[in-house]
């Protein structure tokens, strides 16, 4: 989720811009698909599971992208410190930011107390997990393992064992879970681990991403009819209890298995149709930070509105939560940058 | 008494006293409907460790009828104390079932029938201290046709107002249950398996849901084999809710952070 105007200045050529292009689409698809995974898809009643199928998980698309990012613009004359000095200002002070509100609001509503935690436990504590208020926060501390081992990463990518180290963290990450309520980072960080490597791998330009990026329609249906079968997996499975971490590890996850194959389907659509500046997803992208931290607060608005308003048809929910949450995200976002100017970045991370 | 005897009572005592105070308690409050409150078939009779509080708080015998239960009939806590016994989950195993025959939810909420029990019982908790180890839930078929977005509120506020009461932290195993004389609502069932998701608190329980019409006596209520076969899928329930929890415990590093006592 790093600002796109860095991937311009620093890759200036027509088929540099084309893949940064086509990033950027995938970027704000990838957002939106965070956004729809938070709906409350229990109202799609016997759809629901193939609503959390799809859009569930919805993060390893973003952690491929941090991933291809991250070699796309470090690779040549990376610098460990002015790499973390920018995480820091981007990427932490927005995260403590809005930890004050969150930490502040579960302190208020006594959530501590359900976790067994005195209030200055409960501060530490939410400030390593991420914090349950805001649902998606957990990805900070999450991400911040893979900026802390960046030299690691770096020589890894820049190695002859890049691709044994990616098809090691990948099957691992199809084989495994999140920690029970993401709760924690390094756990997160080690399941998420292949497609981040994954992003490294695509954006080194290997000739196998390339005869993908070439690729034409019908050599993506297999991976298609293999979505489907991995939907019918996934069905038999729903009724386990989700996995955590230590349960699920050497499981197979079928939601995960299944965004592996979309996000191979997903690049190549981009690559290949969305590689031109696009100024509604450009928009997103640029917003992607923001729209990440601010959704699920709205979506809290969007939750007691429901309640309040007595909306019970199924579509309205959906349609009132997703309006309210992009709408009232991108009001903040667009409040913060008119008066905080570019130091917005700082608060809301865009 | 010679020297012998008296050394012989002493450590007779001893033995007692340490074995009381090494015994491990595990205290259960079961809220719900019928089905929760000895409104089965068959009685059973009493099961060495396994006891209620009664209508005053004090630890005594168990036996069918629950002295806080609704009905004169059978239970499935009484298989389940004695095989929690027999697993060594605990050395005594105290139930205080309060459930209201034919509750909806609403009904334990404010001005509703059960209302009245649900305060009285809660003083009584307040008043004796009681702690407990487990909640569990038990209801739903009362629900049938209830919108699952109210039956989801109405369970938050229930737990709100018994959390305020009981240790906060206490987990809460809730059963799937929305199937009583040939009806059946899905969505109440899907509404309590959202709701038991939701850690560190709540927990799936058992799939009432799952046992046929051979383990009911009147299409709803169990017969003496349901009431086993309850009980044995509310003791799976508990290694299952345990086990999430040690993960939890363990993932989350809550362990760690406690030590944090300022």
């Given at each position: 989720m790093q600002k796109n105007s860095h991937i311009k200045s620093q890759v200036p050529s027509n088929s540099r811009n084309s893949i940064n292009y086509s990033i950027e689409n995938f970027r704000a698809i990838a957002i939106l698909f965070v956004i729809f995974s938070h709906?409350?898809?229990?109202?799609?009643?016997?759809?629901k599971l193939l609503g959390l199928f799809i859009?569930?998980?919805?993060t390893t698309f973003f952690v491929f992208i941090s991933g291809f990012l991250f070699y796309h613009l470090s690779?040549?004359?990376?610098n460990f410190r002015s790499y973390l000095s920018k995480k820091i200002k981007f990427v932490a002070a927005p995260y403590f930011f809005l930890s004050i509100i969150t930490i502040s609001t579960g302190l208020y509503i006594g959530q501590n107390n359900a976790f067994g935690l005195k209030p200055t436990a409960y501060v530490a504590w939410s400030l390593w997990a991420g914090g349950?208020?805001?649902?998606?926060?957990?990805?900070i501390p999450m991400i911040w393992c893979f900026f802390l081992t960046a030299p690691i990463l770096i020589n890894i990518a820049k190695s002859k064992f890049l691709p044994a180290a990616l098809v090691i963290s990948l099957v691992f990450s199809l084989f495994s879970s999140r920690p029970l309520l993401n709760t924690n980072p390094i756990l997160s960080s080690l399941h998420f681990l292949g497609f981040y490597m994954m992003g490294m791998y695509f954006a080194k330009g290997s000739n196998l991403c390339k005869q993908l990026e070439n690729s034409d329609a019908k050599k993506v249906y297999p991976f298609m009819a293999l979505i489907a079968l991995t939907f019918i997996a996934y069905i038999n499975q729903a009724?386990?209890?989700?996995?955590?971490f230590i349960s699920g590890a050497?499981?197979?996850?079928f939601m995960q298995i299944g965004k592996f194959f979309m996000l191979i389907i997903i690049y190549w659509a981009t690559t290949r149709y969305l590689h031109k500046k696009n100024d509604s997803l450009s928009y997103i992208a640029d917003i992607s930070f923001g729209l990440f931290f601010l959704h699920w607060l709205w979506k809290i608005v969007a939750n007691k509105a429901i309640t309040y308003l007595s909306i019970n048809r199924p579509a309205l929910i959906l349609l009132t939560e997703v309006t309210i949450m992009i709408v009232g995200s991108i009001f903040c976002v667009e409040i913060a940058r008119k008066f905080m100017?570019?130091?917005s970045r700082y608060v809301i991370g865009c | 008494m010679s020297s012998a005897a008296r050394i012989t009572f002493t450590l007779a005592l001893l033995a007692l006293f340490t074995q009381s105070l090494l015994a491990k308690d595990l205290s259960i409050l079961i809220i719900g409907q019928s089905i929760s409150a000895n409104c089965n078939a068959y009685s059973f009779d009493r099961e060495p460790g396994v006891y209620q509080y009664d209508l005053e708080g004090n630890i005594i015998d168990a036996r069918d009828?629950?002295?806080?239960?609704?009905?004169?009939g059978g239970s499935m806590w009484m298989p389940l104390g004695k095989k929690m016994i027999g697993a060594k989950m605990a050395d005594r195993v105290i139930f205080m079932p309060i459930g209201v025959a034919g509750?909806?939810?609403?009904?334990?909420?404010?001005?509703?029938?059960a209302h009245s029990k649900f305060i009285h019982s809660m003083s009584v908790i307040q008043r004796r201290k009681i702690k407990f180890d487990y909640v569990f839930w038990h209801q739903g078929s009362s629900d049938i046709g209830t919108k699952p977005a109210k039956y989801k509120s109405d369970f938050v506020k229930l737990y709100k107002m018994i959390n305020s009461t009981i240790s906060i932290g206490t987990p809460w195993i809730i059963a799937m249950h929305s199937r009583c004389t040939g009806n059946y609502d899905k969505k109440i069932e899907m509404a309590q398996q959202e709701l038991a998701n939701?850690?560190?608190i709540f927990y799936p329980g058992p799939?009432?849901?799952?046992?046929?019409?051979?383990?009911r006596f009147d299409r709803c209520h169990l017969n003496k084999d349901g009431q086993i076969k309850m009980a044995q899928l509310w003791f799976d329930s508990i290694q299952s809710a345990n086990a999430r929890k040690a993960e939890f415990e363990n993932e989350s590093l809550l362990r760690i952070f406690r030590k944090i006592s300022f």
């Amino acid at each position: 989720m790093q600002k796109n105007s860095h991937i311009k200045s620093q890759v200036p050529s027509n088929s540099r811009n084309s893949i940064n292009y086509s990033i950027e689409n995938f970027r704000a698809i990838a957002i939106l698909f965070v956004i729809f995974s938070h709906l409350n898809l229990s109202t799609l009643g016997n759809w629901k599971l193939l609503g959390l199928f799809i859009l569930g998980d919805a993060t390893t698309f973003f952690v491929f992208i941090s991933g291809f990012l991250f070699y796309h613009l470090s690779s040549e004359n990376f610098n460990f410190r002015s790499y973390l000095s920018k995480k820091i200002k981007f990427v932490a002070a927005p995260y403590f930011f809005l930890s004050i509100i969150t930490i502040s609001t579960g302190l208020y509503i006594g959530q501590n107390n359900a976790f067994g935690l005195k209030p200055t436990a409960y501060v530490a504590w939410s400030l390593w997990a991420g914090g349950p208020i805001n649902g998606p926060m957990w990805f900070i501390p999450m991400i911040w393992c893979f900026f802390l081992t960046a030299p690691i990463l770096i020589n890894i990518a820049k190695s002859k064992f890049l691709p044994a180290a990616l098809v090691i963290s990948l099957v691992f990450s199809l084989f495994s879970s999140r920690p029970l309520l993401n709760t924690n980072p390094i756990l997160s960080s080690l399941h998420f681990l292949g497609f981040y490597m994954m992003g490294m791998y695509f954006a080194k330009g290997s000739n196998l991403c390339k005869q993908l990026e070439n690729s034409d329609a019908k050599k993506v249906y297999p991976f298609m009819a293999l979505i489907a079968l991995t939907f019918i997996a996934y069905i038999n499975q729903a009724h386990i209890n989700t996995r955590g971490f230590i349960s699920g590890a050497f499981n197979p996850n079928f939601m995960q298995i299944g965004k592996f194959f979309m996000l191979i389907i997903i690049y190549w659509a981009t690559t290949r149709y969305l590689h031109k500046k696009n100024d509604s997803l450009s928009y997103i992208a640029d917003i992607s930070f923001g729209l990440f931290f601010l959704h699920w607060l709205w979506k809290i608005v969007a939750n007691k509105a429901i309640t309040y308003l007595s909306i019970n048809r199924p579509a309205l929910i959906l349609l009132t939560e997703v309006t309210i949450m992009i709408v009232g995200s991108i009001f903040c976002v667009e409040i913060a940058r008119k008066f905080m100017k570019k130091r917005s970045r700082y608060v809301i991370g865009c | 008494m010679s020297s012998a005897a008296r050394i012989t009572f002493t450590l007779a005592l001893l033995a007692l006293f340490t074995q009381s105070l090494l015994a491990k308690d595990l205290s259960i409050l079961i809220i719900g409907q019928s089905i929760s409150a000895n409104c089965n078939a068959y009685s059973f009779d009493r099961e060495p460790g396994v006891y209620q509080y009664d209508l005053e708080g004090n630890i005594i015998d168990a036996r069918d009828p629950f002295l806080w239960a609704d009905c004169n009939g059978g239970s499935m806590w009484m298989p389940l104390g004695k095989k929690m016994i027999g697993a060594k989950m605990a050395d005594r195993v105290i139930f205080m079932p309060i459930g209201v025959a034919g509750t909806k939810i609403a009904d334990w909420l404010n001005g509703g029938r059960a209302h009245s029990k649900f305060i009285h019982s809660m003083s009584v908790i307040q008043r004796r201290k009681i702690k407990f180890d487990y909640v569990f839930w038990h209801q739903g078929s009362s629900d049938i046709g209830t919108k699952p977005a109210k039956y989801k509120s109405d369970f938050v506020k229930l737990y709100k107002m018994i959390n305020s009461t009981i240790s906060i932290g206490t987990p809460w195993i809730i059963a799937m249950h929305s199937r009583c004389t040939g009806n059946y609502d899905k969505k109440i069932e899907m509404a309590q398996q959202e709701l038991a998701n939701d850690l560190p608190i709540f927990y799936p329980g058992p799939n009432n849901n799952s046992l046929g019409d051979n383990y009911r006596f009147d299409r709803c209520h169990l017969n003496k084999d349901g009431q086993i076969k309850m009980a044995q899928l509310w003791f799976d329930s508990i290694q299952s809710a345990n086990a999430r929890k040690a993960e939890f415990e363990n993932e989350s590093l809550l362990r760690i952070f406690r030590k944090i006592s300022f």
